[in-house]
């Protein structure tokens, strides 16, 4: 049975996003990014809500075609191309890039995408992650706290009724100040 | 001149309230040695009034052989932010009256080794809003709660660290120190 990998970066004060959704204060250098692409590349499908694809979507497709895109951004851009996505939204039309639009989240949908072959699932945005812990789907955190204080916008962990057993597995430092915290989940499906 | 020397117990989400949770994970005496360490150098402490009136009835009646930490605890001069007389009594403590960043600074001038903070969640965000914070020691548990009183609430002053240091313990707690830039 394949994970489903909750994949977010946070800033010191918790917040996912600024309260316009800014994500500049993240702190990714080269060795970090590198370690993103090392991570990413055999994952099996990354899952998304739409406004993250979407932002995905706009970015990513062409982002190689900058001449002065460093290799890991050039590598990137070939994994999200290739990579399976689903993306999880009631009103996106079509999608491009290996893309598969679901309308809702079904548990049992879920569990059979877990039971395909292949490797991990990578699930991102905010309110796609908390419908996915709300209904315990999620079987491994990956946090990268990047040593920023934001002061305010969008929290991961948003219900204290959604709160689930964890058990650190790494806990790891890059040069550049940004931790990865890696937990399991007690309750894997 | 003593540098603040801030030390925590905080959820994964951030939250410090009486940190009941901590009970549910083991001790690792690691972590005692990481927790020694923030205090090593420190000769004095700095404390808000509820801590201070947390720690001082449970500190009191420890002895060294109970925890390689009291004879700190209870020897060295304690500095207590509150605008009145606490509710106990504490050796070789000082009330030094409410909040005032100027205050503290002129502690900090005047102290011949650092000042250890722990707790104190009111006093330890007004510092970190007035850039007071030296360091910061948060020893993480794998716990997130969702709601309660967290040690940068909505408002905190935006900025950068520093990260000193990043250890894992058995228990699954971790140890992130940090210097405020």
């Given amino acids: ?189 | 001149m003593g540098e603040i020397r801030v030390h925590e117990f905080t959820t994964l989400d951030g939250i410090i309230d009486a940190p009941t949770w901590t009970f549910d994970f083991p001790f690792d005496p690691k972590m005692g040695e990481a927790i020694g360490g923030v205090m090593s150098g420190c000769t004095a402490l700095l404390l808000g009034r509820r801590t201070f009136e947390m720690f001082a009835p449970a500190w009191s009646a420890r002895t060294a052989a109970e925890d390689p930490g009291a004879p700190f605890m209870n020897d060295s001069p304690k500095y207590v932010i509150a605008s009145g007389p606490p509710s106990v009594e504490w050796s070789n403590s000082t009330v030094v009256g409410p909040y005032d960043a100027a205050t503290i600074r002129s502690l900090k001038d005047r102290a011949d080794g650092g000042m250890y903070v722990s707790g104190s969640g009111t006093l330890v965000r007004a510092m970190l809003a007035d850039g007071l914070v030296d360091e910061l020691h948060l020893f993480v548990y794998p716990v997130h709660l969702g709601a309660g009183p967290r040690l940068f609430d909505d408002g905190a002053a935006p900025g950068t660290l520093d990260l000193l240091t990043c250890e894992a313990y058995s228990n699954g707690v971790v140890h992130l120190g940090y210097r405020p830039r």
């Fill in chain 1, 1 to 189: 049975m394949r994970k489903i990998v909750l994949w977010m970066s946070l800033s010191l004060d918790g917040f996912i996003e600024g309260p316009n959704r800014e994500i500049d204060w993240h702190r990714v250098d080269d060795a970090l990014a590198l370690h993103f692409n090392d991570e990413l590349r055999d994952k099996g499908a990354f899952l998304d809500g739409r406004v993250t694809y979407e932002l995905m979507a706009g970015f990513w497709p062409t982002a190689d075609a900058d001449p002065v895109a460093s290799p890991a951004t050039v590598e990137f851009a070939r994994i999200w191309r290739d990579m399976p996505k689903i993306v999880y939204s009631r009103t996106l039309r079509d999608a491009g890039w290996n893309t598969t639009i679901v309308r809702e989240i079904v548990p049992e949908d879920v569990v059979a995408l877990k039971a395909a072959p292949g490797g991990d699932l990578v699930l991102g945005g905010a309110d796609l992650s908390n419908a996915f812990m709300r209904l315990g789907l999620v079987d491994e955190l990956q946090l990268y706290i990047h040593p920023v204080v934001i002061g305010s916008g969008k929290r991961l962990f948003q219900s204290p009724e959604a709160t689930l057993d964890l058990r650190l597995v790494e806990a790891r430092p890059f040069a550049n100040g940004v931790v990865l915290l890696r937990y399991q989940t007690s309750g894997q499906a």
